[in-house]
């Protein structure tokens, strides 16, 4: 998987993205800078991380639970919540304000802010880094003396691939 910091290009996988290196190169991140952190990623906390990346697109809390309650009976909502928070901690997942939902982050590795795209049809999130619009943003908060703990944008609209099916 190539990643991109320059904002004009997506570090969303393309149309002939193949969706299990993807996956299998989330999970390597995730288990080396928790080893490099020093915390650990439980077999649980692995489960859900593997659930996020199933698909591109954001999913709840609820739906993770009912997926991961086959692999480990004794799940319950705290458990999902738990590992949510560890995984949204370590900067391994977001958290889809907008849908109450959770994606998988495609630059685990650095600390980042985001701009999420969020197609209305078939539901995928594309993260982009944005530098230009995130350094605006800081300008603006700089005249205002304010100070941003985080920043994310989430804008819903149309992707590439639902464009010409949607009519839109």
Same mark, same amino acid.
């Given at each position: 998987? *190539?990643?991109? =910091?320059?904002?004009?290009?997506?570090?969303?996988? =393309?149309? *002939?993205?193949?969706?299990?290196?993807? /996956?299998?190169?989330?999970?390597? *991140?995730?288990?080396?800078?928790?080893?490099?952190?020093?915390?650990?990623?439980?077999?649980?906390?692995?489960?859900?991380?593997?659930?996020?990346?199933?698909?591109?697109?954001?999913?709840?809390?609820?739906?993770?639970?009912?997926?991961?309650?086959? #692999?480990?009976?004794?799940?319950?909502?705290?458990?999902?919540?738990?590992?949510?928070?560890?995984?949204?901690?370590?900067? =391994?997942?977001?958290?889809?304000?907008? #849908?109450?939902?959770?994606?998988?982050?495609?630059?685990?590795?650095?600390? &980042?802010?985001? =701009? #999420?795209?969020?197609?209305?049809?078939?539901?995928? /999130?594309?993260?982009?880094?944005?530098?230009? /619009?995130?350094?605006?943003?800081? %300008? %603006?908060?700089?005249?205002?003396?304010?100070?941003?703990?985080?920043?994310?944008? %989430?804008? &819903?609209?149309?992707? %590439?691939?639902?464009?010409?099916?949607?009519?839109?």
């Amino acid at each position: 998987m *190539t990643i991109s =910091l320059d904002s004009s290009q997506t570090i969303h996988p =393309l149309a *002939t993205h193949d969706h299990q290196k993807c /996956v299998n190169q989330a999970l390597t *991140t995730a288990e080396h800078l928790c080893v490099e952190r020093g915390v650990q990623l439980t077999s649980i906390r692995h489960q859900v991380l593997s659930l996020i990346w199933e698909s591109h697109k954001a999913v709840k809390a609820y739906d993770l639970l009912d997926r991961l309650k086959p #692999l480990q009976q004794s799940a319950k909502p705290a458990t999902i919540y738990r590992a949510l928070d560890f995984l949204i901690e370590q900067g =391994l997942i977001h958290r889809v304000e907008s #849908l109450n939902a959770f994606v998988g982050c495609r630059c685990s590795g650095h600390q &980042h802010e985001q =701009l #999420l795209l969020i197609c209305k049809h078939c539901q995928e /999130v594309e993260e982009r880094t944005a530098t230009k /619009v995130m350094q605006s943003l800081s %300008e %603006e908060f700089a005249q205002a003396r304010f100070v941003a703990h985080s920043k994310a944008i %989430e804008i &819903h609209g149309i992707c %590439e691939k639902c464009k010409g099916i949607s009519g839109d």
